[in-house]
Structures are given as C-alpha cells and as structure tokens.
C-alpha cells in the first residue's frame, strides 16, 4: 500500500472540524429529541473519511465521496436520536447522485435515474403495505427517500446489494440489542436508516456483493 497522497492528508486533517459540523447538523435535526453524542459523532466522521481516503484514489471522487459520507453520518445520527431522515439532507442527496452520476464513466444516467425511482418506490410501496395490512407506519418515507438517494448515486443494479446489507446489518443489531436488553428491544420501532446509510456506503467503497 502507497502512502496516501496530499489531497487524501488534506481529507484526514479535515475529519475532526468536519465532524464536529456534522454534529452541529444532527444537533439542529434532531429538534426536540435528545441530542446525538458529538464525540460518537464526530468519531464516525473521523473513521468515514480515513475509510474513504485510504479507498479512493481520483481526487475528484474522493471529494464527493467524503461528501457523501459526512451527509450519511449525519443522517445516522438524526435517525438514531429520534427516527427521522429529513428532507433537508435527503432530498440533495437525490439531486447530488445523479449529477455525479454524469461524470462517472460507464455508468449511463438513466441506469441512475431509474435507481432513484425503483428505490423510493421499493420501501414507498412497503411503508404503504404495512400501513394497509397493519393500520400502523411501519417504513417511514425518510427511508424511502434514502434509498431514492443510493439508487440515484450508484444506479439501479446495485440497490439490492444495499438492501441485503441493510437488512443484515438491522438484524445483526436488533440480534445484540435483544442479548443486551432483552425482548421487549424487538416489539419497539427500529431506525432503519442508519443500517441503510451503512449499507449504501460500503456498496459505494466497494461496489456490489457479486460481480
């Protein structure tokens, strides 16, 4: 492994003032629930931005890349405090992935478009299942405008690598809440968001679960 060139130091030194932003971002999100930690906050900033310095090499794409990564930390913590993706940082998502979706090769912008569509459509139709067999929200439309956004940053055919590793790292989690805290953790409403934000970071580093 090379040793990270001078925009990849730029991103690392930039982590911690960028960190504490995105806590001031959540804090303001958040409203009236209690407010995200800033230390957890901004050390999941620090560790996105390190992840994405080490993983992308064309300057350009990793700027866009710690974009993204700090709006998603952002959203995870909104998500967490309080359940609640909002539009103010979801919906420029939507808009910011299909303008890099030009500029990145092969990748045709009606494969991106038609991701955006089919992921708010997915989740829109689920929310609008469970609302009609359980007479309850169960998927909130936050969560459906998210995956709008990955759809419209990595295009159709990789949202169902996001949505397996969402639903496999939700599991994971409500897994350990339950050994932790019992039964009564699973009867309770659970923030997809943050596994979905996990979820559309890992396939964007990494790219899809298959070839």
Do not use: Q
């Not at 992935?97 to 089919?118: C, F, K, W």
Request: charged fraction near 10%; charge should be positive.
């Amino acid at each position: 492994m090379t040793f990270p060139a001078t925009a990849t130091i730029a991103a690392l030194f930039a982590a911690v003032p960028s960190g504490w932003a995105a806590a001031r971002v959540a804090r303001r999100c958040a409203e009236d629930a209690t407010p995200p930690s800033t230390a957890l906050v901004m050390l999941a900033t620090v560790a996105v931005f390190a992840w994405a310095a080490l993983t992308v090499s064309e300057n350009w794409v990793l700027a866009v890349s710690l974009a993204l990564g700090w709006t998603l930390v952002c959203l995870t913590a909104v998500d967490l405090v309080c359940l609640r993706l909002p539009d103010p940082l979801t919906l420029p998502l939507i808009a910011a992935g299909l303008a890099v979706s030009l500029a990145l090769p092969g990748r045709p912008i009606l494969d991106h478009l038609a991701g955006a569509a089919a992921g708010y459509a997915v989740l829109a139709a689920l929310a609008w299942a469970f609302r009609w067999f359980r007479g309850v929200e169960g998927v909130g439309l936050g969560d459906a405008k998210l995956l709008a956004a990955a759809g419209a940053w990595l295009g159709w055919r990789l949202l169902p690598s996001v949505l397996l590793i969402a639903c496999v790292a939700a599991f994971v989690w409500i897994a350990v809440s339950v050994v932790l805290r019992g039964w009564g953790v699973a009867r309770g409403p659970i923030a997809f968001g943050a596994p979905l934000c996990l979820a559309f970071w890992v396939v964007w580093l990494g790219g899809p679960l298959t070839p």
